[in-house]
């Protein structure tokens, strides 16, 4: 019985530390460039999203919409007529861009602000 409790007081914290997770959170940050799309996959502590909305209206909003607090997944146009695949969620953030449908201005521009989010969740 002495050995149980002794081993439970041993694998219990360890076993609490890893199911919470570390406390900054782990980052995953993917950049793919293909001939016909660019995507970005970032998965970051959800204590950082609002950062990230921020980031995004920062960047991409024109004043009539935001991406604070919005959960998405679906395709987009902004006013600038960027056209482009979000899937956006708490700690999460999906976007892959259409080369084919949109300017070259708008790709430099969307890969600026993807490239912009590994500053912001660190």
């Not at 084919?100 to 989010?117: T, W």
Request: hydrophobic share 35%; net charge positive.
């Amino acid at each position: 019985m002495k050995k149980l409790a002794i081993l439970l007081c041993i694998l219990l914290p360890g076993i609490a530390i890893i199911s919470c997770g570390f406390p900054d959170g782990s980052i995953s940050i993917k950049h793919s460039q293909y001939s016909h799309y660019y995507e970005m996959t970032a998965k970051f502590n959800p204590e950082k999203t609002a950062k990230v909305d921020r980031w995004l209206d920062k960047e991409l909003s024109t004043g009539n919409m935001s991406f604070v607090n919005t959960r998405l997944d679906g395709e987009i146009t902004l006013d600038s007529k960027a056209t482009f695949y979000i899937k956006k969620s708490p700690g999460y953030l999906h976007i892959k861009f259409d080369k084919e449908k949109n300017s070259d201005e708008v790709y430099f521009k969307i890969r600026s602000v993807c490239e912009g989010i590994n500053e912001v969740v660190r």
